[in-house]
């Protein structure tokens, strides 16, 4: 089992549209979420971090968080053509000893927002 | 720009071949990284340094060999590698070892190893 899953896509929804990208995680243990957004040929940018069950919003970004059943989500309202890139979801588990935390991502899902 | 520089940004080298990714932040950051990402495969952690100490080695290959001189500069030495090891190699800094997620990332190398 992947530590963090998620679809690769590509998914494509319509501009104005909202876009939903899902992401799951095995390790219970998993204390913080976050959200990157990588376009081609680019490096990844945090967008999102959530912390606790429920939803967060930041602008046309929602960020929701569901740990018992160990799901995390990003909705992106009103998607944007420039929304379009590959959207890496990454959890947190903080160690007691060792190098700090570790974050670990997933393959990322790709979204295309199309005219 | 992001305030971490990666040099070269492209590089093509032979598997005999000997070379070097650098990488440079001047954002007064104490913690540095090296992650691989290769396509279809999550993004991963290979090194982690923290005030010039390397904390962190996640059982990567000797053939790749971090150097971290000093807090702003973290370079990645390459020798003898195979074709698998094509990827982009990524370098982020964070504020402290526990900021990871918060990490600023550099533009990346993208190798590839013929």
């Known amino acids: 089992q992947k530590e963090v899953e998620q679809n690769s896509g590509p998914l494509s929804v319509p501009e104005g549209a909202i876009a939903s990208l899902n992401c799951t995680y095995s390790?219970?243990?998993?204390?913080?979420f976050f959200w990157y957004r990588q376009y081609s040929g680019k490096s990844p940018e945090l967008i999102m971090s959530?912390?606790?069950?429920g939803d967060k919003e930041d602008g046309r970004f929602t960020a929701q968080l569901n740990k018992a059943s160990q799901y995390v989500s990003l909705l992106i309202r009103d998607s944007q053509p420039s929304d379009s890139a590959t959207y890496l979801c990454?959890?947190?588990?903080?160690?007691?000893?060792?190098?700090?935390?570790?974050?670990?991502f997933g393959t990322g899902t790709q979204l295309k927002v199309e005219l | 720009e992001t305030g971490v520089t990666q040099t070269p940004r492209h590089l093509v080298m032979g598997m005999t071949n000997k070379k070097s990714l650098k990488c440079e932040q001047h954002?007064?950051?104490?913690?540095m990284y090296w992650y691989k990402q290769s396509a279809k495969k999550p993004l991963e952690l290979m090194f982690v340094?923290?005030?010039?100490?390397?904390?962190e080695n996640n059982s990567v290959p000797s053939r790749f060999s971090p150097e971290c001189p000093n807090s702003s500069h973290l370079f990645l030495h390459l020798h003898t590698l195979q074709p698998e090891d094509s990827a982009l190699y990524l370098c982020?800094?964070?504020?402290?070892?526990?900021?990871?997620?918060?990490?600023?990332f550099g533009q990346g190398t993208r190798l590839t190893v013929v």
């Open positions: 982020a800094s964070s504020q402290e070892l526990g900021w990871v997620a918060e990490a600023f």
């Open positions: 390790d219970r243990g998993s204390q913080s």
């Open positions: 959530i912390y606790s069950n």
């Open positions: 990454a959890v947190n588990i903080i160690r007691v000893t060792g190098g700090g935390n570790k974050l670990t």
């Open positions: 954002l007064g950051h104490n913690a």
């Open positions: 340094y923290s005030l010039e100490e390397r904390v």
